[in-house]
């Protein structure tokens, strides 16, 4: 509901959450926990201790200061403990990390120990051989998501296969291998305690599978429902040198897009971008070189994926004659990669005095990567044929400039299983921090069919509802901002879109399919109906 | 709602301690409700609660007379206080935006749904915006729904120090939003 007032407004804006039902027995079980705690105020300051306590034997790396060390932290380690030893393409370890309770963790990390808590990312560089590693793990309350085979085969996208492998010493366990294009992820899972043993991840280059980690995951105990969260993993983060790049793109058959420079601040930046790609996820896939970049203040670029496509985030880190693919999220995360000096943003559907305000749709904004795009904020990739001229830039760029600051803009993420030619000219821009790859999508392919619709093409304007609702069936599956009322509200206008057209039968058809199978559709249905629902909104 | 039991600090016994402490647990949701909305992660609001209600049992004798509910309270902000402090300390890098809930008409585009969920964290980010005390004194009026005596005892300070804080409080979320958000909007309650 629209907040009325500021009160009602502020009260949205900071909702309550619904404590867990076992909220008192964690404070109580909290309350006997590691002997430091007492000592001082807040969790934090107590596990800032603890890590200062540790740091400090790892400046010492005798085997006394190992003891202290071990000991350092399992004071500060409850019993449900998951260590995750990091090993690099030699096998050598480079990195561990704790969970503790899955509420906070210590990890180790080139010597630093950073304490994160939950939901929060680690951002780890492990250096190998030739390639740089980032790391984004984010903790994830289910522990099923992770350690569950079957939640493992469910929600992780890409081929799946499976093996029975023997290890050394005779014991059977379940190999679970997801290919995706050029990378591949490993999970090793005890037959015995169904619980993961190693990750390992590899990475195509020129037709071989390498090794480029992998993860001896160590719980203190069994596995079990109990167990509050493990770890999700983006492992598919590589940097490589520009040469290796070249020679990986060459293998990759990836022929370069176009160079843009950016003049500002940071002047003289190249980027050549090799290949952008859409997976049928939504995620966008771009892999470029930089050169002559100076190294940025900012914090590392890195991007996110957790196996349930939520939650993406991009932060930038430049060491210069670096390339990166990155997989994540949409170009507004990318944005400020590209900024020499003032960010380019723009808002979709600006509230002007509260009202909206769209910006003009005739626009073709896609810029084209062969052109050379000079100023402050350019426009890096171009997913559609569509190109923009110098002038059209330009006047985009007073259109942004008009419509207001702090805006952000992103990339069209209209899916390639989309018949191009309903993919209009139109630019595309929304607050990133909202959603999720798959809204962004969602949203996108909505806005599609209403363009449409506003033009009386009704089959293009099924088309893209058809997409649109693969999107959020998507998002619904990867638990990401998925609601309910956007699926509704889609197959409500799907249904319309139908019957305008003539295709009666076809929308009675549709309606009772998804009376049958959506959620959503049941929820709304009966709530007009003033009807309890039958089931529980999950 | 004065908790006439604790009106004479010192005379402890262990039945008393652990009548407190049954008090305390009463609250337990309150704290929650509190924390969350606060701090936004579900696990610091945890520990952040289990920390408030440790040191609320271990510092029973302070409680002098006043409010349990807003005693809690108090010691409540300041354990979030010191976790922020420690954040800014810590090179950390939140991955999670909180998504705000919207319990939009079903009826609505998910354009027309975007652009509310937008509006909703416009006015979060204004308000984040706020300083410290001018952020809390309006927070405590308006989701913990306490009148200014309330939150003056909550904050420690005078009821004109809070009537201030929050009159300021609003003028600065006018003046910052007045290019997104309607002036009657802003004014607070219709």
């Known amino acids: ?538 | 709602m004065k908790d006439e039991s604790l009106v004479q600090p010192g005379l402890l016994t262990c039945s008393l301690s652990e009548d407190f402490g049954e008090k305390v647990y009463s609250y337990l949701h309150q704290l929650y409700a509190f924390t969350i909305r606060r701090v936004g992660s579900p696990s610091l609001a945890e520990e952040l609660v289990a920390e408030t209600c440790h040191d609320a049992i271990l510092c029973q004798r302070k409680l002098k007379g006043q409010d349990l509910k807003l005693w809690l309270f108090g010691i409540a902000r300041r354990n979030i206080a010191y976790a922020y402090r420690d954040k800014k300390r810590r090179r950390e890098i939140s991955l999670s935006t909180p998504l705000v809930e919207t319990h939009c008409d079903p009826s609505l585009t998910p354009e027309e749904v975007a652009i509310e969920n937008e509006s909703i964290m416009r006015l979060r980010e204004l308000v984040l915006r706020l300083p410290g005390n001018q952020r809390e004194a309006l927070l405590l009026q308006y989701l913990e729904q306490l009148g200014q005596e309330e939150v003056a005892e909550v904050m420690g300070k005078s009821v004109q120090a809070v009537n201030s804080l929050q009159q300021r409080a609003r003028n600065n979320l006018q003046r910052w939003g007045c290019d997104y958000f309607d002036n009657e909007f802003l004014g607070g309650k219709s």
Request: aromatic share 8%.
């Open chain 1, 1 to 538: 509901m629209k907040p009325r007032n500021l009160e009602s407004g502020v009260n949205q804006a900071f909702p309550a959450q619904q404590a867990p039902d076992d909220l008192r027995s964690r404070v109580e079980a909290y309350r006997h926990k590691s002997p430091i705690r007492p000592l001082f105020k807040g969790t934090i300051a107590a596990t800032a201790l603890a890590a200062g306590i540790i740091a400090v034997f790892l400046l010492v790396p005798t085997q006394q200061a190992q003891a202290g060390y071990n000991q350092a932290i399992s004071n500060t380690m409850s019993a449900k403990t998951a260590i995750i030893i990091n090993r690099d393409a030699n096998g050598n370890e480079i990195g561990r990390y704790y969970y503790k309770d899955g509420k906070s963790m210590l990890a180790e990390n080139g010597g630093a120990i950073c304490n994160y808590t939950q939901g929060q990312t680690m951002i780890t560089d492990l250096k190998t051989i030739g390639f740089t590693i980032r790391y984004d793990i984010k903790l994830d309350l289910n522990p099923l998501r992770f350690i569950d085979p079957q939640r493992f085969q469910s929600t992780s996208p890409g081929v799946l296969s499976h093996e029975v492998k023997t290890d050394p010493h005779g014991q059977s366990y379940d190999q679970y291998t997801r290919t995706q294009g050029n990378f591949r992820s490993i999970l090793d899972v005890s037959r015995t305690t169904k619980s993961p043993f190693a990750y390992h991840h590899q990475m195509k280059v020129q037709n071989e599978w390498r090794t480029t980690g992998s993860e001896d995951i160590q719980l203190n105990e069994p596995v079990d429902d109990s167990l509050v969260a493990m770890p999700t993993y983006n492992h598919e983060i590589i940097d490589v040198s520009v040469d290796s790049a070249k020679k990986w793109t060459q293998s990759l058959e990836a022929k370069p897009l176009g160079t843009f420079r950016s003049a500002g601040s940071d002047a003289k930046r190249e980027i050549t971008i090799y290949d952008v790609t859409v997976t049928q996820r939504g995620d966008i896939f771009v892999l470029f070189t930089a050169t002559n970049y100076r190294s940025s203040s900012r914090a590392h670029l890195l991007s996110v994926t957790d196996n349930l496509g939520t939650a993406y985030a991009l932060q930038e880190n430049f060491d210069s004659h670096q390339s990166w693919q990155v997989r994540g999220r949409p170009a507004s995360e990318l944005a400020p990669f590209w900024v020499g000096g003032k960010e380019l943003c723009a808002r979709w559907f600006v509230p002007v005095n509260g009202q909206p305000a769209k910006l003009p749709s005739e626009i073709s904004i896609l810029v084209d990567p062969t052109q050379l795009i000079h100023g402050t904020g350019s426009i890096p990739v171009a997913l559609t044929n569509t190109t923009l001229s110098q002038k059209e830039a330009a006047r985009l760029m007073q259109e942004v400039d008009r419509v207001g600051k702090d805006l952000r803009l992103a990339l069209r993420l209209a899916p390639k299983s989309l018949d191009q030619n309903v993919v209009p000219p139109y630019l595309m821009l929304f607050n990133h921090n909202l959603w999720s790859i798959d809204d962004v999508a969602f949203l996108e392919l909505n806005a599609i069919a209403s363009y449409w619709k506003d033009r009386s093409d009704l089959p293009k304007a099924e088309k893209a509802l058809i997409e649109a609702l693969k999107a959020v069936e998507r998002a619904r599956n990867n638990m990401g901002t998925y609601e309910h009322q956007y699926e509704y509200s889609t197959i409500r206008q799907y249904l319309e879109c139908l019957k305008q057209q003539g295709k009666t039968s076809e929308a009675e058809r549709k309606e009772h399919e998804f009376e049958q199978n959506s959620l959503a559709y049941q929820s709304y249905k009966a709530a007009e109906r003033d009807e309890k629902p039958k089931f529980k909104r999950p």
